[in-house]
């Protein structure tokens, strides 16, 4: 459930009517703004591609477009008072910073050359001394909101500032698929046990490449928590017309029980409620690690809450976590309903999930993790069920942008 991350500033009238008047051009040109952004960020700064930023999504395109999007979208919250506010996306942005380490001055950065960017797009006789400072006005605005945000978070995780990365080793690799492990993880020897977290929270796992880029990609908890000890599910990602996943390739190839592994420290806006109303987890493929976690949460304490857990996957021989989510479900008193498209197990549903016929109980909370298709058709299928918008909390594995506010 994501954190509330409040705004406590406001754009000046003159900004506010300059904004007004500029926003519908920044807006239609984002996507010719953005590839130059980070074309320019990153010939200035390389360490960033290598280091900090996932090749393969920046690659595709998609990362880049929601990143600047979203500066867009918070400057229609600033000039627009009947316009929803954007705690969903501004905590999601800042526990994603947290888990990647960054800090303060990563901020001028971004800035120096998004604002280069703007003016080589749409030139400087657009992007007169006014505008520029009114942009800027709502760029500073936004990044002091996440500083803020971020500064907590590392205090709370007891660290200064972006030192959120350690060692751990692998007690235990287990194969669950032709292409998904499942890992646990362990303090080193000497080392304190590792932190606990909240169910739904996720780690930063940093792999170096074979060119000595030290690439980053996020992964679930997906163990109850609580004894010392994390696990991870690691599906290998294929591109399918765009680059495969660096970070998965490497860790389904070559990691192993005994090996060492840096991590972030948990973090993570999906986070299950400490309520005693139900919950519904609802997921796709490899979106069933969170879910994961938190049924098994719910399994130290079952019959506390109602739970029901819907899962669809691809093929029924071949699909990772399905019988962990099963038995964790159990444990929990809850009940499970699975689709697969390909095959079928015990109570299985054939073809892609429909809620039409599920009966859902009253007053649940909801979480949601899988592709944007499956969360778009999920978030409907909910609506048509007349579920409150403010009931559905949402994780994806991809670059997000269709999550921004229209």
Request: contains cysteine; hydrophobic residues 40%; negative net charge.
């Amino acid at each position: 459930m994501a954190q509330h991350v409040p705004v406590d500033e406001q754009l000046s009238a003159a900004h506010t009517q300059t904004i007004k008047a500029t926003l519908p051009l920044v807006g239609s040109k984002i996507d010719e703004i953005t590839p130059i952004f980070y074309q320019r960020m990153f010939d200035a700064h390389p360490e960033l591609l290598r280091d900090t930023f996932n090749r393969a999504n920046q690659k595709q395109g998609a990362q880049q477009k929601a990143l600047a999007a979203s500066v867009a979208h918070f400057a229609m919250m600033l000039v627009d008072p009947a316009r929803p506010n954007l705690d969903d996306l501004l905590s999601r942005i800042g526990h994603k910073h947290v888990s990647l380490g960054i800090t303060e001055d990563q901020y001028q950065i971004v800035h120096d050359n998004l604002f280069a960017a703007i003016v080589e797009v749409l030139g400087a006789d657009v992007v007169t001394a006014d505008v520029a400072e009114a942009w800027d006005e709502v760029y500073w605005i936004m990044a002091r909101t996440l500083v803020r945000f971020e500064k907590k978070r590392y205090a709370e995780l007891g660290v200064p500032d972006g030192k959120v990365f350690h060692t751990v080793t692998v007690a235990r690799r287990t194969d669950l698929s032709s292409d998904t492990a499942s890992f646990e993880l362990v303090a080193r020897d000497g080392d304190r046990s590792l932190n606990g977290f909240a169910p739904g929270q996720y780690i930063s796992v940093r792999r170096t490449l074979a060119d000595g880029a030290g690439q980053l990609r996020q992964y679930s908890l997906c163990n109850a928590g609580g004894d010392g000890t994390w696990q991870i599910t690691v599906k290998k990602t294929l591109g399918q017309g765009s680059p495969d996943g660096e970070v998965s390739g490497s860790i389904i190839a070559g990691l192993h029980a005994g090996d060492e592994l840096e991590v972030s420290l948990p973090t993570g806006d999906l986070v299950l409620d400490e309520g005693t109303n139900p919950v519904v987890l609802i997921s796709a493929g490899i979106g069933a690690t969170p879910m994961l976690g938190m049924a098994r949460h719910l399994a130290t304490r079952p019959g506390k809450r109602e739970l029901v857990v819907l899962h669809a996957d691809h093929d029924a021989d071949d699909a990772a976590l399905v019988e962990e989510l099963s038995q964790a479900t159990e444990q929990a008193g809850g009940t499970f309903h699975p689709w697969f498209t390909h095959g079928s197990t015990l109570g299985s549903t054939s073809g892609r999930m429909n809620l039409e016929r599920v009966e859902l109980p009253e007053g649940a909370s909801y979480y949601l993790c899988g592709s944007n298709g499956f969360l778009q058709a999920m978030r409907s299928q909910l609506a048509e069920r007349e579920v409150p918008a403010e009931s559905i909390h949402f994780e994806l594995f991809s670059p997000n942008d269709w999550l921004l506010p229209a």
